[in-house]
């Protein structure tokens, strides 16, 4: 089963932070490239952050770079979202997703990823 789990999604104040949470089974985190994507209401599902197999390559969309960080445990099968500073304009579901296999750098577009998590919401009040 390759079904990736968040968690970590809450209610924050503006400038406040979260970590996010996704779990995946067996050995997803040390063959895939894996990523972060999020969908607010009324709008399309963006790309927000990305990590490529091995872990070297990071990439993140504009609107977050410089506050989000994005990280990886193999050991423990878990890759982290790291958000800070947040804004309310960060509200929406964030997914975590499974990529392609021994791909080391970011892949950006959501329809190269094969596995998707049921989203954890996140809401930021002004």
């Known amino acids: 089963q390759v079904q990736p789990v968040e968690s970590g999604g809450g209610l924050v104040q503006t400038g406040g932070s979260l970590r996010l949470s996704c779990a995946a089974s067996?050995?997803?985190?040390?063959?895939?490239?894996m990523g972060w994507f999020r969908q607010a209401p009324g709008k399309e599902r963006e790309f927000v952050a990305g990590?490529?197999?091995?872990?070297?390559?990071?990439d993140y969309a504009e609107s977050v770079k410089g506050r989000f960080t994005i990280s990886g445990d193999n050991a423990n099968n878990t890759i982290y979202l790291q958000m800070n500073s947040l804004k309310p304009e960060d509200t929406a579901v964030y997914y975590c997703?499974?990529?392609?296999?021994?791909?080391?750098?970011?892949?950006?577009?959501?329809?190269?990823?094969?596995?998707w998590g049921q989203g954890t919401q996140v809401t930021v009040s002004s």
């Open positions: 997703a499974a990529g392609p296999r021994y791909f080391s750098n970011v892949v950006r577009a959501d329809y190269s990823y094969h596995y």
């Open positions: 067996g050995d997803i985190l040390s063959s895939r490239a």
């Open positions: 990590i490529g197999w091995l872990g070297v390559n990071r």
